[in-house]
């Protein structure tokens, strides 16, 4: 099939476009990814301060996981005040 102009140029607003990343102009799948990394991040943090994080395995996020260590650490300590933070 040979493509026409229009459609190469329809298909070429699909294309990833890093330059508009963070502006309006972003491909909506960015903005769908961004929002759902920090929603991961955010139940991370959520399981630690819960008291459902074990403190087994590792988040392969180095910075993640130091934040999970020190919020881990934090949750562990005579200073929090949460009851579910206490194991």
């Not at 459609?7 to 476009?17: F, R």
């Not at 102009?25 to 139940?43: C, E, F, M, S, T």
């Not at 562990?76 to 206490?86: A, G, H, I, V």
Request: aromatic share 4%; proline share 2%; charged share 30%.
């Amino acid at each position: 099939m040979i493509a026409t102009a229009f459609s190469i140029s329809k298909l070429m607003e699909y294309l990833d476009k890093p330059e508009k990343d963070e502006t309006a102009q972003a491909h909506p799948a960015y903005w769908r990814g961004k929002n759902r990394g920090i929603n991961d991040v955010l139940a991370i943090i959520n399981n630690v301060v819960d008291g459902n994080d074990n403190g087994t395995g590792e988040n392969r996020h180095t910075g993640i996981e130091a934040l999970r260590r020190r919020l881990m650490s934090h949750c562990n300590s005579d200073t929090c005040k949460k009851e579910t933070c206490k194991k």
